[in-house]
């Protein structure tokens, strides 16, 4: 790690250099740009001479070309026969019709392509030989087009699926001859003579012709074009908006010979309502040339402006602003509902009412699941309703779903002040249970019909197709089978949401039935130690390892009982590879992290393994920081991997790195960091410049894939889904780009379950990241009067994110209701909850608190009010009589006088304390009379006795005042009985 972190800082040097160099003729190049400010052009010319340039790419001057997309494989056709030939020396398809006919090639799979980038000056090349020569035929494209909108209105046709059309743009092939001859046609001339043709939405290559017969043979089928691939609005920000505090930034980025701004070019940050500048900056470098993207990329970096509202970023030389974005502590709230919500829309078998669903309203689908046959022995059904589909076709599959209620149950435990009830609308909304427990208890129910009665173990999943071809996929053969893997995934997500349902009353008794589900499920997978796998379908897998591990990690937490935590005991070094990559976290099939969290989070897990963890878990928190924070050009935690679902690890990496650093106790601003990137990216920040969920941004996905919500004739869906994202299949040029909006592109843009699920985290995570923690102080009573002037100050620190530890504190006093502060701690470091303050003189004090937590944000103020006293209050006491005569042996009734006053606290006490003869005749009793100690007695009898000696008889009265802080006056008087009348001896 060493060694790589040096050879960057080296690249990063000798780039600077390079840099520094090969710019300084370039600002003989300078215009007048907006507000005043330069930005430096950079002619092509200069640009090819300039051998160390860094930001030439690499590649030549083609680099950012459209990619030739030849077209290979051949899909369906009628009335003909296509047979792979070699013809003339020549590989070929060899086509041979005996009707009306048609022969039709695939795209991209089986999925659309956008041919929009070719379309201006493409064409489509390939080459033809005929048998006879002569021969005629019609080539061009066929889409596939869901809600198509013509003039207006939706076009539908008259099949049973009306809202999905194909639309063909042909053109006559003539000219055939017995010779290969190589045919090129411009796609303008396929395209143009139809209306309505989606070019961004093609499916297939299509040849067709009469009923004529011909034979014929074409190959090298390819579509070229001299354009290069798309460089999308060179201003890219977080479309929904920034926290108020923390990182903000937007990322520049344009090929190097089309934008003009570098290093140093000024940018503002305007106000949408008037256009005044409220932060302006220089662009910093991100990288010369980033190859996911084809682009150079700079960083306005505005993260001191802290004012809410909402603002565009303009940049010098740049015509256009970005698109708005606001600034404030609750812009993720409504992104953190849709989220949520999205697992609502998804929910199968039932009807949604416009209550709760608004235009998105519907009668439930495949109602049928309610008495569902078994695959493997169609006469044995079963009720496997409810639950969630789990993308965007109609299959339930356990794997996904566990997945999805593990990052929903972590999301609600991390952050439970994040959920509540009433929070989504939903029908259970108001029942006193959270919203998104309300939620992932649709799907819990679903697992619990998914467990076969009789073995404990679960089935993997249902079918996406209609009945009567719809089952629970058990198995073609006699046998049912039940898979280990899934078993395991399942008993795990019952484990954990028992764990979190046990503490919410209304819950508790279905928490136990989850738990005993879950134990089920073990014990079918101790029964069953060697692996079995699914039927065969989406979510197999070919190992159950992890998910074992998984399984026995959360039941350990759930019971604290030693079985479950022997088995990790015994297994956990198995699973050291988790830890290797920075760029994925945890997801179908690879739980074993979140296994180690459960574990950890038990009653009493071996010191060894947390050792172990710790070491393996901080070393790859570590370069998931580094990843997410130095290297990743987008700040996507995926960094330059763009696949199948990477959206779904661009979402879940920040999350699985919060909830380990949480319970390492690392948490800390830099997993904010690592999230806020992340989000930044989803939400815009991405060479796209868009959005990937549904409903945010002005720039956003409109559509994905989906059988319900392509099909109702509206043309957005419900806010907060969110697909897979970019994936290079090896048909565009940059991988950051590869991504097609189309309704039937199901690589790049369908939604799921576990896509969706880590979201829930994210936006709860950032949601939450401006919650500052709350202090109440300890010491003394509000008001409360003290004998000192150095008061010791105790408090307790709070924060409903129990990984925000106090890391600084400041303790403040005023005697003038905060006009000036009179003593001041000023900020200091550390989690210490109690503070000495300086000398403060007696008076009238208010004393405040505020601590810091470990993310920087400060409480409110705690406030305690004081009157510091250290005097004793004043106190005299006369006597009436003070001589006692004729000194007759009678007891004479003495009257006392007592003022006491004090001018902070006010006297809280007088009482009478003693009265002390300096002789004593006979007992005590028979001197003092009717004196009631220790209250304010001011009448008692005292005994007129005359001394033997020659000394009077002197009774001392004290009287003792204690005012409310504690202070202390002590006075006595005295009462004389002389010796005789005249006094003297």
């Keep these: 790690m060493k060694v790589r972190k040096k050879h960057d800082r080296f690249t990063k040097r000798i780039v600077s250099l390079c840099m520094a160099v090969s710019l300084l003729p370039m600002y003989a190049f300078s215009v007048s740009a907006a507000d005043g400010g330069t930005v430096t052009s950079r002619p092509d010319?200069?640009?090819?001479?300039?051998?160390?340039?860094?930001?030439?790419?690499?590649?030549?001057?083609?680099w950012n070309k459209l990619k030739d997309l030849p077209i290979k494989d051949y899909g369906w056709g009628y009335g003909d026969t296509v047979t792979d030939d070699t013809y003339q020396e020549k590989a070929a398809k060899k086509i041979e019709t005996n009707g009306w006919w048609a022969a039709q090639y695939v795209m991209n799979g089986w999925q659309t392509f956008d041919l929009s980038p070719y379309y201006a000056n493409g064409t489509l090349e390939f080459d033809a030989v005929g048998a006879a020569g002569g021969e005629t035929f019609s080539i061009g494209f066929r889409d596939v087009v869901t809600e198509r909108q013509v003039n207006g209105e939706f076009y539908t046709d008259a099949d049973d699926n009306p809202a999905e059309t194909s639309v063909d743009a042909l053109t006559p092939v003539t000219g055939i001859t017995t010779e290969w001859k190589h045919f090129s046609i411009p796609l303008k001339d396929i395209v143009d003579p139809n209306g309505i043709f989606e070019r961004s939405r093609v499916q297939l290559l299509k040849l067709t012709g009469n009923d004529t017969p011909v034979t014929f043979w074409i190959a090298n089928i390819v579509i070229q074009s001299p354009d290069k691939s798309a460089s999308y609005a060179p201003i890219k920000v977080n479309q929904v908006g920034y926290l108020t505090s923390g990182e903000k930034y937007a990322l520049v980025s344009g090929y190097y010979n089309e934008l003009g701004a570098m290093p140093?070019?000024?940018?503002?940050?305007?106000?949408?309502?008037?256009?005044?500048?409220?932060?302006?900056?220089?662009?910093?470098?991100?990288?010369?040339?980033?190859?996911?993207?084809?682009?150079?990329?700079?960083?306005?970096?505005?993260?001191?402006?802290?004012?809410?509202?909402?603002?565009?970023?303009?940049?010098?030389?740049?015509?256009?602003?970005?698109?708005?974005?606001?600034?404030?502590?609750?812009?993720?709230?409504?992104?953190?509902?849709?989220?949520?919500?999205?697992?609502?829309?998804?929910?199968?078998?039932?009807?949604?009412?416009?209550?709760?669903?608004?235009?998105?309203?519907?009668?439930?689908?495949?109602?049928?699941?309610?008495?569902?046959?078994?695959?493997?022995?169609?006469?044995?059904?079963?009720?496997?309703?409810?639950?969630?589909?789990?993308?965007?076709?109609?299959?339930?599959?356990?794997t996904a779903g566990a997945t999805a209620v593990s990052d929903l149950l972590w999301a609600y435990e991390s952050y439970p002040g994040e959920f509540s009830d009433n929070q989504l609308n939903i029908p259970e909304s108001g029942n006193g249970v959270p919203d998104l427990l309300d939620e992932i208890k649709v799907e819990t129910d679903f697992f619990l019909k998914m467990q076969d009665e009789s073995t404990g173990g679960f089935y993997?999943?249902?079918?996406?197709?209609?009945?009567?071809?719809?089952?629970?996929m058990d198995g073609k053969g006699s046998v049912s089978i039940i898979p280990t893997a899934q078993t395991a995934d399942t008993v795990g997500a019952l484990a954990h949401a028992y764990i979190v349902m046990k503490d919410i009353?209304?819950?508790?008794?279905?928490?136990?039935?989850?738990?005993?589900?879950?134990?089920?499920?073990?014990?079918?997978?101790?029964?069953?130690?060697?692996?079995?796998?699914?039927?065969?379908?989406?979510?197999?897998?070919?190992?159950?390892?992890?998910?074992?591990?998984?399984?026995?990690?959360?039941?350990?937490?759930?019971?604290?009982?030693?079985?479950?935590?022997?088995?990790?005991?015994?297994?956990?070094?198995?699973?050291?590879?988790?830890?290797?990559?920075?760029?994925?976290?945890?997801?179908?099939?690879?739980?074993?992290?979140?296994?180690?969290?459960?574990?950890?989070?038990g009653m009493a897990p071996d010191a060894a393994v947390k050792a172990w963890f710790a070491e393996k878990f901080k070393a790859w928190r570590s370069e998931v920081i580094h990843t997410s924070t130095d290297l990743a050009v987008w700040r996507n935690s995926t960094n330059t991997a763009f696949y199948w679902g990477a959206n779904s690890n661009v979402a879940s990496v920040p999350v699985s790195l919060a909830i380990g650093s949480r319970i390492l106790g690392l948490f800390d601003e830099n997993n904010l960091k690592v999230a806020a990137g992340d989000l930044n990216y989803l939400l815009g920040?991405?060479?796209?410049?868009?959005?990937?969920?549904?409903?945010?941004?002005?720039?956003?996905?409109?559509?994905?894939?989906?059988?319900?919500?392509?099909?109702?004739?509206?043309?957005?869906?419900?806010?907060?889904?969110m697909p897979g994202g970019p994936n290079n299949n090896g048909r565009y040029t940059f991988d950051a780009k590869a991504y097609n909006s189309s309704s039937i592109d199901w690589e790049t843009n369908e939604q799921a379950l576990n896509y969706n699920s880590p979201m829930i985290y994210l936006t709860a995570m950032l949601s939450h990241a401006n919650a500052a923690p709350s202090v109440s102080i300890t010491s003394y009573q509000d008001g409360q009067p003290i004998r000192l002037n150095r008061p010791l100050i105790t408090w307790t620190y709070q924060d409903t994110d129990i990984a925000d530890t106090q890391t600084a504190y400041q303790v403040q006093a005023s005697n003038d209701n905060w006009a000036t502060v009179g003593e001041d701690s000023g900020e200091l470091a550390?989690?210490?909850?109690?503070?000495?303050?300086?000398?403060?003189?007696?008076?009238?004090?208010?004393?405040?608190?505020?601590?810091?937590?470990?993310?920087?944000?400060?409480?409110?103020?705690?406030?305690?009010?004081?009157?510091?006293?250290?005097?004793?209050?004043?106190?005299?006491?006369t006597l009436d009589p003070a001589t006692l005569w004729p000194a007759n042996n009678r007891f004479v009734r003495v009257t006392a006088?007592?003022?006491?006053?004090?001018?902070?606290?006010?006297?809280?006490?007088?009482?009478?304390?003693?009265?002390?003869?300096?002789?004593?005749?006979?007992?005590?009793?028979?001197?003092?009379?009717?004196?009631?100690?220790?209250?304010?007695?001011?009448?008692?009898?005292?005994?007129?006795?005359?001394?033997?000696?020659?000394?009077?008889?002197?009774?001392?009265?004290?009287?003792?005042?204690?005012?409310?802080?504690?202070?202390?006056?002590?006075?006595?008087?005295?009462?004389?009985?002389p010796h005789d009348q005249s006094g003297t001896k």
């Design 505 to 601: 009353p209304p819950l508790k008794d279905y928490a136990e039935t989850l738990k005993t589900a879950a134990i089920r499920g073990w014990n079918f997978l101790a029964n069953h130690p060697a692996f079995i796998a699914q039927p065969d379908g989406p979510y197999n897998d070919n190992d159950d390892a992890n998910d074992r591990f998984y399984a026995a990690a959360a039941l350990y937490r759930a019971t604290g009982e030693k079985a479950y935590g022997d088995y990790v005991v015994s297994h956990y070094k198995d699973f050291g590879s988790a830890f290797d990559s920075a760029d994925v976290s945890h997801g179908i099939g690879g739980m074993e992290k979140i296994g180690f969290y459960h574990y950890l989070s």
């Design 830 to 877: 550390g989690a210490d909850a109690s503070y000495s303050m300086g000398t403060l003189e007696d008076g009238h004090w208010s004393i405040r608190v505020r601590a810091k937590d470990s993310l920087g944000a400060w409480s409110e103020w705690a406030y305690r009010s004081l009157t510091i006293d250290t005097v004793a209050p004043t106190l005299t006491v």
């Design 45 to 62: 010319t200069l640009i090819a001479d300039s051998v160390t340039d860094p930001y030439l790419p690499p590649g030549g001057a083609n």
């Design 897 to 977: 006088r007592v003022e006491a006053s004090d001018g902070l606290s006010q006297v809280e006490s007088v009482v009478l304390e003693s009265i002390t003869p300096n002789v004593v005749v006979g007992d005590y009793a028979s001197m003092v009379q009717e004196a009631e100690f220790v209250t304010l007695d001011k009448e008692f009898k005292l005994l007129a006795h005359k001394s033997k000696g020659k000394e009077p008889l002197v009774y001392t009265i004290k009287y003792k005042a204690a005012d409310r802080a504690g202070n202390v006056a002590v006075t006595t008087a005295t009462v004389t009985v």
């Design 685 to 721: 920040i991405n060479p796209l410049q868009l959005s990937f969920i549904t409903g945010y941004g002005e720039r956003r996905v409109t559509t994905t894939i989906h059988d319900i919500y392509n099909k109702d004739f509206i043309l957005e869906m419900p806010n907060g889904y």
């Design 264 to 398: 140093g070019t000024p940018f503002q940050v305007r106000k949408a309502s008037d256009g005044s500048i409220a932060y302006s900056g220089t662009l910093s470098l991100v990288k010369a040339y980033d190859p996911s993207s084809g682009e150079k990329v700079l960083k306005a970096d505005f993260s001191g402006l802290t004012d809410e509202g909402e603002y565009r970023l303009t940049v010098d030389g740049i015509g256009d602003s970005s698109v708005p974005f606001r600034i404030g502590d609750d812009v993720y709230h409504s992104l953190a509902k849709d989220v949520q919500k999205f697992f609502y829309y998804q929910r199968a078998n039932v009807d949604l009412t416009a209550d709760h669903a608004g235009i998105f309203a519907r009668i439930g689908r495949n109602k049928d699941d309610a008495n569902l046959p078994l695959e493997s022995n169609p006469q044995i059904k079963r009720d496997v309703s409810g639950g969630w589909w789990d993308a965007g076709d109609l299959g339930k599959y356990v």
């Design 460 to 472: 993997a999943y249902v079918n996406r197709d209609p009945a009567p071809n719809r089952f629970v």
